[in-house]
C-alpha cells in the first residue's frame, strides 16, 4: 500500500510522524518546493530572521520541552548560518534536527549558484550527518537522524537534502524500522558497579554530588532528589544543570567552577567522594586538573563512554542513562542505609560546609544608592520570578551574575549556551520557548553586546506576538572580556568599549512593542514589573555600574580552592 | 607511539571522513590508513597506524566507537594481533648486482614482478620493520622508488573472529514504536 508522492510532502510525512510541530526555519531557492508543500501541512513555521537562530530558537524549544527541535535553512549560506547553532547544540547535547536543502544532484561539486560542502562542513559540527540524493532513502534516513538525535547523549543532526529529491516523486512507503549497527547506547548500567557505587557513597564521610546537564536532558531530576537525600550529601549542579535540584532544595549548595559558589569549590576540593552524574569535569569547572578535588575517588555515571575518565580518572565508573540508574543506585542505597548506623563524618562534613556558605554566602546583597549594580538586578528578577520563569542568557558577565543570583527549582528553566559559550543565544532561545510554552513567563537576560548579535529577532518576537522579555543588562562593555582584561592584562582595555547603544524605546517602537530604559535603583522594582505584566514583548535597558567584575572567580588554569572572592582594594581606598 | 587501530565500518559515504575527521581534529597525522570492503559489501574494515600519546589512547578508540558507522574500533597495539604491509619497489641496477638484488630478494622472501635490463620490480610483504629494513639494503645497491601499501592488522583474540557476515543481522534492528510510540 504506497502513493505516489513528492519528496517534500515524504520529509513532511515523517516529521509529522515524529510528531514535530513547529519548524524555525529561513526559505530559498532550493527549498522552495519544501516551502510550497509545508502550505498543505499542519506543521508550523517559524520565520526567524537569521539561520542561525533558527537553531539557537530550535534549541529553545528544545531545553524547556524535551521534545526534539527542527529547523531549516537553504543551501549554501542558509547551510553555513546555522553552523554556530549547531556546534553550540553539540556541545550541551541538545537534541535538534536540521534540514538543509543542497542543489541538485547532477550540479554537485561544480561550484553551482548557492552550493557548499554542508556534508563535510557539518561532519564535526554534528553528532551525525547525512546527504540524501536518493529520494527512496528519504524516510529512513529522516527517522535515522531523530533517533540518533534523541538517544544516548543527544546532539544535533544534520539531512542535507538535494532539490532533485525535494521536487522528485516516489512511492511513499512508511518506515517500520531502522538498521544503525554501528550505533550503541548503554543505558541499564552494570549491576555489580552500582551496588558498589551505593556502598561507596553511604561509606563515605565526605560525600558530594555534582550534577550536570545529563540530568536535566534524561529529565531524571525527581530521581536525583531522591539520591541527593538518601546519600544526604551537598549538591552543586553545573551552569548546565540549574534547575535539576531545586535552588530552595537543603542539600544545594549552587554552582562550583570559575564564578561557583565559595562553598560549592571549597567542597569540591574538599570531599572525598564525588558523585558526578551527567558531568564531564569541564575546565570551567574543574580550574587546574591536578589540584581539583585532590582527595576524593570518583563516581561517574554517564550514558556517554567517552566522558568517563576524560578530564578526571573514574574510580568507579557507571555507564548507563542516569534515569535509569539513579533509581537502580536508590534502591540500593534504600537497602543498605539501615544497616550502616550513624554517620558522624556526615555530620562534621555538612557543618564545615554550612559553615562555608555562612562564610561567604553567594546571594548577599549588593545594592548602590544611586547605581543599579548588576547583582541588584538579578536579586530582583530572582525575587519577582521565584524560581519558577524561563530564564535565557546570553554569553558574559551577566550569564554569571544570573547563574548565581536567579534561583531555579525545576529543570529546563534556565537556558543558557554552556559549553559554546555563543554570544547572541538568549534572545533567540527565549523566542523559540515561548513559542512552546505560550503562557509562560520567558525572560531573555542579554548582555549589550549579545543583545546585538541576534536583535533583528525582534521583529520575530512582534511577528508572532510572542511575549518575551527582554532584558538588557547594559554596562556599556563587553563586560566579561573587560573584567579579564583589567584582571589579567593591567587593565589595559582593547575593543570593549560599546558605543551607540540605540535608544531602545525608539527601537523597540519602531517594531511595535513598548521598550524603556531605567538607570536608577529606584525604578527597578517597577520597570521589571511593568516589563512582566505588560502583555506582548518587551524591552527593558537596565543600565548598570560598568566595571562591575563578577565574583568569585577561579583564574583560568588556578585551583579551585583558590578563589579570588573580592575585587583586590585599590592602594587609593586605604 | 604508534597506535595500530582496527576498525570495523559501513562502507558508507562520509564514513572514511568521519574516521579521519576525528584524527586530524585532535591534530593526528596518520602514518598509514587502508580500507577496503569485508566479505559482507555492506561493510569496510580498516586499519589505521597513527601516533598517539599513550594516555589519550583508549579515549581515541572510544570516539571512534561513538561514530555511528563505526560498528567496532579495536586498539591492537599491544593486543594479540598480527600486522603486515606490502611493498612494491623498482629498483635500479647495473649488471654486475643483478645477482646479489636476486640473493636480497630470496632472503627476504621478496617476489620479482618485473625483470628489465634497467631492473627490476619488486614485491614484498612482511612486518613493519622487516620492510624497512630491506628498503635500508636495497637503497645500497642504487637508486629505489617505493610504494608503501599502509599497515593491514588482524586480531588475533578468539572471540574477536568474525565470520561473513561479521555482524549478525536483525537482532539490532531498531522498531521504530519502541523509541517513541509515535509510530
Ligand atoms: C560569538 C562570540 N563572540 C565572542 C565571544 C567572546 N566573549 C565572551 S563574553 C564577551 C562579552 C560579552 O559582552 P556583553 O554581551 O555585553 O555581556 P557582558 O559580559 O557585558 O555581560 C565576549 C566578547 C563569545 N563568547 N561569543
Ligand atoms: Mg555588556
Known sequence: MSQLMSGSKILLECLAREGVDTIFGYPGGVTIPFYDAMLDSPIQHVLVRHEQNAAFAAQGYVRSTGKVGVCCATSGPGATNLVTGLVDAMMDSIPIVAITGQVPTKLIGSDAFQEADTFGITRSATKHNYLVKNINELPAVIHEAFYIANSGRPGPVLVDITKDVFQGNAHYVPVTSIHLPGYKVYTEGHTGQIRRAAQMMLEAERPMVYAGGGVVLSNSSDELRELVELVDAPCVTTVMGLGALAADHPNFISMPGMHGSYAANMAMYGTDLIIALGVRFDDRVTGRLNSFAPHARVIHVDIDPAEIGKNRNADLPIVGDLKRVMPKLSAVLAELKPGIGERTGLKAWWKQVRAWMDEHPLRKPVTSPDEIKPQHLMAEIDRLTNGEAIVTSDVGQHQMWSAQLIRFNKPRLWINSGGLGSMGFGLPAALGAQYA?????????????????????????????????????????????????????????????????????????????????????????????????????????????????????????????????????????? | MQQIISLLLENKTGALMRVTGLLTARGYNIDSLTVARTLDPELSRMTIAVDVEPHQRRQLIKHMNKLINVLQATDLTDAPSVTREMLLMRVRSAQETRTAILKEAEIFGVRVVDSTLEGFALEATGDIEKLDEFIDIMRSYGEIEVTRGGAVAVSLESKKLRLSPPVPRGAEETRLEEKNGVI
Request: some cysteine; glycine content about 8%.
Open chain 1, 437 to 574: 510554552n505560550p503562557d509562560k513567563l520567558v525572560i531573555a537576560i542579554c548582555g549589550d553586546g549579545g543583545f546585538q548579535m541576534s536583535l533583528p529577532e525582534l521583529a520575530t518576537l512582534q511577528n508572532y506576538g510572542l511575549n518575551v522579555k527582554v532584558i538588557i543588562m547594559n554596562n556599556g562593555y563587553l563586560g566579561m572580556v573587560r573584567q579579564w582584561q583589567e584582571l589579567f592584562y593591567a587593565n589595559r582595555l582593547s575593543q570593549v568599549t560599546l558605543d551607540s547603544f540605540p535608544d531602545v524605546e525608539k527601537l523597540a517602537g519602531a517594531y511595535g512593542f513598548k521598550g524603556r530604559t531605567i538607570e536608577h535603583p529606584r525604578d527597578l522594582r517597577d520597570a521589571l514589573k511593568e516589563a512582566f505584566d505588560t502583555p506582548g514583548p518587551y524591552l527593558l535597558n537596565v543600565r548598570v555600574t560598568p566595571t562591575e567584575n563578577v565574583f568569585p572567580m577561579v583564574p583560568a588554569g588556578g585551583a579551585i580552592n583558590e578563589m579570588v572572592l573580592a575585587p583586590p582594594q585599590p592602594a587609593m581606598a586605604r
